[in-house]
Every structure is written in C-alpha cells, then in structure tokens.
C-alpha cells in the first residue's frame, strides 16, 4: 500500500459524497462507487467496471484499496473449507467455511496471531503482529460468502468470529466490521446470525452490554474452577470466573443476546463428574442458552488429548440429568487443521 494514501475503504458515504462533488461528478457516482466497494466486494479500482478509466485512475492516484488475496485454500472431506489469506502487508490469516444442511457459516480471524497464549490453541503459540482493520475482516467475510455461492450456490448464513485473535482485543475493529456487514449497503446479514467468541475479558464484555449490541456472544470457558482454568488459559488471572459471571449477567441485562458457553473437553484434566458439577452451578448464574461441548483438535507440540466417547457421554448426560441445554460440537475440517483451535496459517 502506497504511504500517505488514504484507504479509500475507511471513506464514510459522506466523505466520498464530498470528494465526488469535488471533482465535479453527479451525484450517483457516490452510491455507485460505494457498492463496489461494500456489497459488490470490488478488490481494487480496475473491478469497478461501470466507472470511466479515467476517473478510476484519479481515485486509484488520491486513495488505497489494500485487499485481501487468497494465497492458499484446502478443502476437507466434510466439506469444510480453509482459506489463508494475505494482506496487504504481508501477512497471513485463516478463515473457513462450514458448510451444514441448515446454514453455511463464515468463521473468521480478527487479529493477526493471538497475544492470549492459551496453551491448547495452536494460534496462541503465535506472536500477535497486529489487529485487523474492520474493512478487512469484512473482505474476509465477503470472500468466503463468493466461496459459499460458488461451491455450494448458496450465501452465507452465519458470521462467527472464532478464528485467530481474541475479538475483545480489536473492540472497535470487530464493532464496526460487524456494522458494515448488517448494513443494507453491506452484506446485511442479521445480527442475530453473527456471533462474537471471547476468552473472556470481563471488562470488554461489559462494554460490549453498554453499546447496546445486537450479536450473540460466546464464551470459551474451557475450565469451570478458576484453578484449571488458570492453567490452560493464562487470560483467567486478571478475569476470574466470578468476574465473569458478573460481566455476562451486565451484558445479558443490556441486550437480552444469547450466551454461549463453550467447553472443550481435555482428558485427565476438566471431565470428571465433579467438572461438570462445577459447570452446572456456572450454568445457574448465568442466563446463557447452551453449553457448546467441543471435541479437543490436536495440535503439534501439545500434550492433550479428548477423552473417549463413554467419558465423554458421561460428562455430557451428566449435564443434561441437571436440566443444562447441552450440545456436543464435533469438529469440522479437522483433516486440513482447519477445527477450533488449529488455525496457525499450515
């Protein structure tokens, strides 16, 4: 991207309104440039095909359009496909597409490698480069729906931010990426189809209650005593669980969105029956609408591993016995380490 160029993609229609008339353009061309840019997901000035060269090189002289390119794709047996895509500067991100009867959803990344060090996700071993701008996450998105209509002739109907980063970290940027795509002149997507996964910073989830939101949250809890959970996910120390149990009562007050509580199961370490004990006195105070039980995805270098398919009926009958709306989420795409937990740009 050329230095001191504005990203024309940063413009509000306002602005580039202003630039237009500048230029002594009709007023159509403002709505018209914009749709390229939002829901027609133009890549750079040379797609905006309806607009005179001449006026494309007097944009592509004044502003940037950095956009993301697929560097490398893999698709899985299941159907699931991986994307790693490039930005502008260089770096590398992985989103996936997860094709079911029901819905096609877009998982998606928000940082560039992690800084949360969770010890059983492969992005957490990666150094955290920097946070994503807004218009490249929703590129992401946008990219992944021309796969969705392309290899399976249908659009996107979900939107989770569960790929590399803690999305709570990038606030502003996953915020507003997330207005442009339930915009109408963006990809309008429902809100309600568009859910936010954090690790949990207490503090962000308040913030997220006080803005009003409209999105569904996640909350990867993985461990339901602040002991285990300390030792798997370092982020627990400065948020404990009471502290989070606090800031999802703040958010639900404010929003009424659904909460989910994910919960990955490790062998030997969070799948007793006294585990799930303590999961289901989590599960009373919170007014959260599932517990996601997630199969473990292996990763290189890392010592856990899933318990057996008994162990882990037990636990999950267990919390069913105890009226918790509880789910088994088997993994998707985890031949081409594309499952929750192996992003890490292979």
Not at 101 to 126: D, P, Y
Not at 154 to 166: I, R, T
Not at 187 to 193: E, H
Request: glycine share 4%.
């Amino acid at each position: 991207m050329t230095e001191n160029k504005q990203n024309i993609r940063h413009l509000g229609l306002e602005e580039l309104a202003t630039y237009f008339a500048s230029l002594g353009e009709k007023k159509f061309r403002t709505k018209q440039v914009y749709e390229w840019i939002w829901k027609k997901n133009a890549q750079g000035f040379e797609d905006m095909t309806d607009v005179s060269k001449e006026l494309r090189t007097k944009m592509a002289d004044k502003f940037s359009f950095p956009s993301l390119t697929v560097n490398a794709t893999q698709f899985s047996s299941d159907g699931t496909i991986k994307s790693r895509f490039q930005t502008f500067d260089g770096h590398m991100i992985e989103g996936v597409l997860i094709p079911t009867e029901k819905r096609n959803t877009a998982c998606v990344s928000s940082q560039i490698g992690c800084s949360l060090t969770c010890k059983f996700c492969a992005t957490g071993k990666m150094e955290r480069k920097r946070n994503l701008d807004f218009d490249e996450i929703y590129n992401q998105v946008a990219l992944i729906n021309e796969q969705s209509e392309k290899s399976f002739n249908k659009k996107l109907s979900n939107v989770v931010y569960m790929g590399m980063g803690e999305p709570l970290l990038n606030y502003k940027n996953v915020l507003k990426s997330i207005d442009r795509l339930i915009a109408n002149d963006g990809l309008n997507m429902s809100p309600k189809r568009i859910t936010v996964s954090t690790a949990g910073v207490a503090k962000m989830i308040k913030q997220l209650g006080d803005d009003k939101v409209r999105f569904n949250l996640a909350l990867s809890l993985h461990a339901a005593d602040d002991k285990k959970r300390d030792s798997i996910m370092p982020i627990n120390e400065s948020n404990t669980i009471a502290e989070l149990i606090k800031s999802l009562n703040y958010f639900y007050d404010k929003t009424k969105n659904d909460i989910t509580l994910e919960y990955i199961l490790f062998k030997d370490l969070n799948d007793s029956l006294e585990d799930a004990e303590h999961l289901v006195k989590i599960y009373r105070q919170i007014p959260t609408h599932l517990v996601n039980v997630i199969e473990y995805n292996p990763i290189e270098g890392v010592s856990f591993t899933k318990p057996d398919e008994d162990k882990t009926n037990t636990f999950t009958d267990y919390l069913a016995h105890h009226r918790v709306n509880v789910r088994v989420r088997r993994s998707r795409g985890k031949d081409i380490d594309a499952a929750c937990g192996q992003l890490a740009n292979k």
